[in-house]
């Protein structure tokens, strides 16, 4: 399901909250990267149109 994203969803940065001691995956922070990329992409192409 395709949901409109709305200006609101840009303004606050992607977090993790995770307690200091945890160990993250490489491929984690790339896949959470490349969603936030994305995620600004598609909204800046719908301030565009």
Not at 8 to 17: N, R, V
């Amino acid at each position: 399901m395709k949901r409109k994203i709305e200006k609101a969803d840009m303004l606050e940065p992607l977090t993790l909250d995770l307690p200091e001691d945890t160990y993250i995956d490489e491929e984690i922070i790339k896949d959470f990267l490349n969603i936030q990329q994305r995620l600004t992409k598609e909204y800046l192409s719908t301030i565009k149109n």
